[in-house]
């Protein structure tokens, strides 16, 4: 099924390497220039706003989800297609996921990898089917990646990882799946 709506789950802080800017405004582009629809966590402030405005300005079409509690934390970003307002962590990530077609993780914190796992556990748990992709820029993954095989390797996985998550380097390697 081809993608026409993506969730990219991020940061809402920029971090300390350049690539994950250079990554996250690659994809905007990318998103764009394919007629992918971005749907995101509606912040204005990180990785998350880069990726949104890089969209926006190539043309895009972006829906940021973000819940009532973060609107004035999170800075919700004013300059997208639609922002929707969510009453919660919750249902701003059943909103996230019943919207996309497919997700992709960027670097991030805590919730990036909330987000991560729960769309993973999902998958498992056949609550749905979509693709799941992580960019490792600049190696940002790697240990998590690392601790997968290990997980694999001790007998706690259900089914392969690499079965369930595709890992990418580069925003222009996710062309091929598109």
Known sequence: MPVKSLAVFCGSKNGTSPIFSQHAARLGKLLAENNIKLIYGGGSAGLM???????????????????K??????????GITELITADDMHDRKKLLYSLCDAALVLPGGFGTLDE????????????HD??????????????LVQHMELMKKE????????????????PDDLKKFL
């Open 116 to 127: 991560l796992f729960e769309i993973v556990t999902w998958n498992q748990l056949t609550i």
């Open 49 to 67: 706003g880069v990726v949104a405005d890089n969209a926006m300005e190539h043309g895009g079409q972006v829906t940021g989800i973000i819940p």
């Open 69 to 78: 509690l973060l609107v004035e934390w999170e800075k919700q970003h004013r």
């Open 155 to 170: 007998g706690f996985l259900y089914s392969e990882a690499e079965k369930r998550i595709t890992i990418i380097d580069d």
């Open 130 to 143: 979509k693709d799941i992709f992580i960019l490792n820029s600049g190696g940002f993954y790697g240990h």
